[in-house]
């Protein structure tokens, strides 16, 4: 249990210094349903912000919370005999870097390794590349990551140690399928035990590196499958039992390569790949209470994450495990995406956008290209993006340093659902598909909304993580464990309010199906049949049934659309929306509704004290990522706004597509818009910037907080502001790709 924070009602009143007049109505042509609300004069309530953080003393923080710009060249077999090491250490110490990874690496080395199995590239000869990297970032005051690829290696391991390789069904070994000579190593055999320790130990007694890093391994986003002796005696991949093995064995690894990192000085560590956004690959609840560094290797939009908010997305999941701990992103400087040109530059826009997601996030930028033969002599494009983007970065280190994010909704993120959970049967769709689109619809809703929120993971629904919310959103979280089910129970009886869809708690944490919702309960609700596809036909509709908030903006019409699956659920009293069933779609002659009125709700509505929940019984937000149908944007943001009651600590009003993140920091709060108002936000790169006018802000702060100044970093000068009591009221003039709104106190 907890307590509920209290909230203040505050008018929206013209000031002075800020204009209101001209941004009303301007938010037509981003969102209607935003501009339809400001218009009609629905003012949003702000909340009270929490009490300040204590301040930090920077002497007893470990030191890569001090980090603030991240660069890595990835070496190839060639750059020993054609980079030019001062060159390429000047290019990063010029961009004012603090810290570069250099490769070790597990699949070849760059360094005169007596490790069996290490290769030697072929450009290497007697060569300490390796270490003249590491001495020519030092000299300028750089910190180095030891880089290694402990994922696959070569024909002669493969015939010397059979057993550290993944096989398939037959037998045969897994080969990567860019390089077949290379073949897949097993997290699960002694490779892992033996092998890469050697090299941790022998990187350990030859160099100074700060901390140790393995590209390639965990595996992300999928479980892999692997069926050698010892893999074969374990559960099935893709089953629960698996992915609890497979976390256990990542941990293991983890936690003995950290202590074998720091035989040497206690201040080093281990960190690995990581990333994955929502699905991940172990346990990320886990990962979060182990790691000193969660590396994201998120390197840019590919052909199954087309929208732009794919590093955002990323961030949101990083602050929801790491507790304030390090976090960065690889953003890449060469091109992303389905067609790979790995050493050729991607367009400047796109790859600021994806620097700009990882800082407005909460995420220290990470810089890198691929090759120093094609990135310092052959295509240079890339180069000067670095050095503009972290210049700027440089100036302003304090604002862009999140130490607390703003934001009073929390979306929870079924991790397990997300990687194990198969989808309706009707649709044919596996859960990697039908929960990416399920997590896009909804980003994209509240984006439209203007929502400030925070991602939840699923372990953390403790009053310790959720008190803070006004609203938690779970978007079919098919898996919920009895315990999770009653942590969400006790948050509504404390006054929280909860939004949820489709089959939301129908399974229990091993997915094991059960007969009733185990959040029957809290949304007042009840199973009546299995799951209902659209099939050829029509999908289903909602025939509005009587007056409500989450209606508001639908006019001269009785029925507005559904979503593609749900679940029947038996009649409630007095429904504000119900269903019509899908009908006959052609000919046109048959499309009519043979049952034109039923009893069965589409949407629940309950409000108990100062909670209040909705539940929608179909895929509601998967259904608008694949057909953007306004009705189900309209009726997701209405929603959203309905059960978090009009509350939010921040509020920001004008025209266009916008992202918006507010975190406390050192000196103040920093407001950040992410301007995603392009024709390329949704698919492809973006190619040139369409700016936005003014962006009125109002803020609620702390009782007997003051502000001293109000600077728009990106645009370099300050900005008026009113004080009302304890709400700042400022307009931010501009927003090119990004603007941050920075709020000094006095």
């Known amino acids: ?12 009143t013209t000031g002075a210094a800020i204009p209101l007049s001209s941004t009303l109505g301007a938010l037509a042509a981003a969102s209607p349903l935003a501009a339809e609300t400001v218009n009609a004069g629905s003012v949003v309530k702000l909340a009270a912000l929490p009490v300040r953080l204590a301040p930090v003393d920077p002497a ?63 450009f290497l000869k007697d060569r300490d590349f390796f270490g003249e990297c590491l001495a020519a970032a030092k000299k300028r005051g750089m910190r180095v990551v030891a880089r290694m690829s402990p994922d696959l290696n070569w024909g002669d391991a493969l015939e010397a140690h059979p057993e550290w390789f993944m096989r398939n069904r037959d037998g045969s070994p897994q080969t990567d399928a860019d390089t077949p000579l290379l ?86 560590f281990f960190f690995a790949n990581s990333g994955g956004n929502v699905r991940g690959g172990p346990n990320l609840d886990r990962l979060g209470k182990i790691a000193a560094w969660f590396q994201a290797d998120n390197q840019g939009r590919t052909n199954g994450d087309p929208a732009v908010w794919g590093c955002s997305l990323q961030g949101r999941v990083c602050n929801a495990i790491m507790d304030g701990k390090f976090a960065t992103n690889v953003t890449a400087g060469y091109s992303t995406g389905g067609v790979p040109w ?35 002599g052959e295509d240079r494009r890339w180069q000067k993006t670095g050095v503009d983007y972290f210049g700027w970065t440089a100036k302003h280190d304090a604002h862009l340093r999140g130490r607390r994010s ?76 009895d315990r999770q089910c009653g942590q ?22 091993d997915l094991k199906p059960r007969e009733e919702f185990g959040l029957a309960d809290v949304f007042g609700i009840s199973k009546a049949g299995e799951v209902v596809g659209t099939g050829g036909s029509n999908a289903y509709y909602g025939r509005i049934e009587r007056k409500h908030a989450i209606l508001d903006g639908f006019a001269d019409t009785n029925w507005i659309a559904g979503a593609q699956n749900r679940i029947p659920l038996k009649p409630v009293p007095d429904p504000v929306l119900s269903v019509v069933p899908g009908f006959v779609r052609y000919p046109p002659e048959l499309a009519y509704p043979p049952v034109p009125h039923t009893n069965e709700p589409a949407v629940v509505l309950r409000e108990s004290g100062g909670s209040r929940t909705a539940f929608f019984p179909g895929d509601i937000e998967r259904t608008y990522w694949i057909t953007g149908h306004d009705d189900l944007l309209r009726l997701l943001t209405n929603t959203i706004r309905w059960v978090a009651q009009d509350e939010s600590i921040v509020d920001v009003q004008g025209d266009g597509f916008v992202e918006m993140f507010a975190w406390e920091t050192a000196p103040g709060y920093a407001v950040h818009l992410l301007n995603y108002t392009n ?32 600077e728009v970093l990106k645009g370099g000068h300050t900005v008026p502001f009113v004080l009302d009591g304890q709400t700042v009221r400022f307009t931010v003039p501009k927003v090119e790709d990004y603007e941050v709104a920075a709020i000094t106190l006095a």
Not at 1 to 12: E, I
Not at 350 to 369: C, I, R
Not at 417 to 436: I, N, S, W
């Open 406 to 481: 703003m934001a009073n909704i929390g979306v929870v993120f079924g991790q397990s659902t997300q990687l194990l959970y198969p989808g309706p049967g009707p649709t044919g769709a596996r859960a990697r598909d039908y929960m990416h689109d399920t997590t896009q619809g909804l980003y994209d809703a509240l984006l439209h909304g203007r929502f400030a929120f925070d991602f939840v993971h699923e372990d953390r629904l403790g009053p310790e993580h959720v008190s803070k919310y006004r609203a938690l959103i779970l978007p079919n979280i098919a898996m919920l464990s």
């Open 488 to 509: 969400i129970r006790d948050y509504v009886k404390a006054g929280g309010s909860v939004m949820g869809s489709f089959e939301t708690a129908l399974y229990d944490e």
């Open 679 to 710: 024709p390329n936000a949704h698919h492809g790169w973006l190619q040139t910037t369409y700016p936005l006018g003014p962006q009125t802000v109002r803020m609620k702060l702390p009782t007997g907080v003051r502000v001293k100044t109000v």
């Open 342 to 376: 790995r050493n050729a530059s991607k367009s400047p826009a796109e790859a600021t956008m994806w620097l700009n997601e990882t800082s407005a996030s909460g995420m220290v930028p990470y810089y890198h290209f691929v090759g120093a033969e094609a990135g310092l």
């Open 1 to 12: 249990m907890f307590n509920r924070r209290t909230f203040l009602k505050t008018g929206l």
């Open 60 to 122: 007893k923080e470990p030191w890569q919370q001090r980090i603030r710009r991240v660069a890595q060249t990835n070496m190839t077999e060639h750059d020993p005999a054609v980079m030019n090491v001062e060159e390429w250490a000047d290019y990063w110490h010029s961009a004012q870097a603090d810290i570069v990874f250099v490769s070790v690496t597990g699949i070849l080395a760059f360094y005169p390794s007596k490790v069996k199995f290490h290769r030697h590239g072929k």
């Open 183 to 268: 073949f897949k190593t097993c997290m699960f055999s002694s490779y892992m035990d033996d092998y890469v320790p050697a090299i941790i130990r022998e990187i350990n007694s030859l160099y100074d590196v700060d901390c140790f890093y393995t590209n390639g391994w965990p595996q992300l986003g999928t479980l892999p499958e692997c069926h050698c002796a010892i893999c074969s005696k374990l559960p099935a991949s893709g089953t629960v039992a698996y992915w609890h093995a497979y976390t256990d064995r990542v941990v293991e690894l983890w936690q003995k390569y950290d202590a074998i990192a720091k035989e040497k000085k206690a201040g080093s």
